[in-house]
């Protein structure tokens, strides 16, 4: 299979533009959106000799609250939004810089808005069904989320939607995320495949990485409290506590309350193993560059991917997840891939990860 040609294309309202100075796309799989930005310049004279404005602003006549996709090599990397427009000239030189995001950004920033903001014995994906509802994107559930039901929730007025949705899936133990097609993630435990290995003095051009006991304790406990009722009073109900050990070779622990209340202890019991995973999940953090944006010469790098690392300089030899991927063009640097690895554990794969 011949290799793609390694071009951004940005499409609006049927319009295309492939002439870039720069691009820079960035799939943020644990956050609320994926993120782009794309300049374009000229050094011609501004006005032409019969007063027509020159071909580069004819071209870009894209603004703020436009849809757009982006195609990188040939594949869709992003469906979503223009969201800032910037332009500058000066007598002989121009440039158009636009700015924008996947489609879950503006629902990510917009309140819950439901009839009642009631959402009792309703599981999260039914909850964030319901919340994204008004907003016209989609929902993906990977894995296999906790489905237990929340007892009691409701959301304060005015939370925002990715903040609401964060606060439930944490006790949870789902991730929140997106992808850059316009859908939420509920991520729960899964088993994603190795797509590729990144082999050092072979396809790592570069390579940042920090192995670290930061934020590791030898203790987790989560506190909590479940409804007081006729048959649950007293200490039963009012002080229920979860724990879990850590790794930290040095003695500590780390108390957190429970974000609401939680009626059995099993649940409080996982909310502290999910407290767990969010710090022992921190031990790594891997950037590595490489070249182009095509892993096997036809399939673009994807945040989310499983892959394995070999690297002896970093003490690396297991598999990794990328969390974030950013694909860049530009004259000085020209077509890299930027990779931010993480522990599998932390985005809730079963990828298991031993430093050195």
């Not at 909590?224 to 229920?240: F, I, W």
Request: charged residues 20%; aromatic residues 8%; proline residues 4%.
């Amino acid at each position: 299979m011949p290799k793609l040609q390694e071009v951004a294309v940005l499409e609006v309202n049927g319009l295309t533009f492939d002439d870039w100075e720069s691009v820079w796309v960035q799939q943020r799989w644990a956050d609320s959106f994926t993120y782009f930005r794309f300049t374009a310049a000229e050094r011609d004279p501004i006005i032409n000799k019969r007063g027509a404005p020159f071909p580069l602003i004819e071209k870009l006549q894209f603004k703020p609250g436009d849809s757009c996709t982006i195609t990188l090599a040939g594949q869709l990397a992003v469906t979503g939004y223009i969201e800032t427009r910037q332009v500058a000239y000066e007598a002989h030189a121009h440039g158009v810089m636009l700015i924008g995001k996947s489609a879950t950004a503006w629902a990510a920033r917009s309140s819950v808005d439901t009839k009642t903001g009631n959402f009792d014995k309703k599981n999260i994906v039914q909850v964030a069904q319901e919340v994204i509802a008004p907003y016209g994107v989609g929902l993906k559930v990977i894995g296999s989320p906790d489905l237990t039901p929340f007892d009691k929730l409701q959301n304060e007025k005015g939370e925002l939607v990715w903040d609401f949705l964060e606060r439930i899936a944490r006790p949870r133990g789902v991730v929140m995320g997106s992808d850059s097609k316009g859908n939420f993630l509920l991520i729960g435990e899964h088993s994603f495949p190795v797509v590729s290995q990144l082999v050092e003095g072979q396809n790592i051009k570069s390579c940042q990485c920090i192995i670290t006991e930061e934020h590791t304790y030898t203790e987790y406990r989560v506190d909590g409290q479940a409804p007081a009722s006729d048959d649950n009073s007293g200490t039963a109900s009012s002080e229920l506590t979860g724990k879990v050990g850590g790794s930290s070779p040095v003695l500590s622990r780390l108390i957190t309350a429970a974000e609401q209340p939680v009626k059995t202890q099993a649940e409080i019991q996982a909310r502290a193993a999910n407290e767990s995973v969010w710090h022992e999940g921190t031990k790594i953090q891997a950037t590595i560059v490489v070249q182009g944006w095509l892993r096997d010469g036809s399939s673009l790098w994807r945040a989310g991917d499983d892959v394995h690392v070999y690297s002896p300089m970093a003490m690396l030899n297991n598999t990794l997840k990328i969390q974030n991927c950013t694909f860049t063009q530009d004259n000085s640097g020209g077509t890299l891939t930027t990779l931010d690895l993480v522990s599998p554990n932390l985005l809730r794969d079963r990828a298991n990860f031993n430093p050195g």
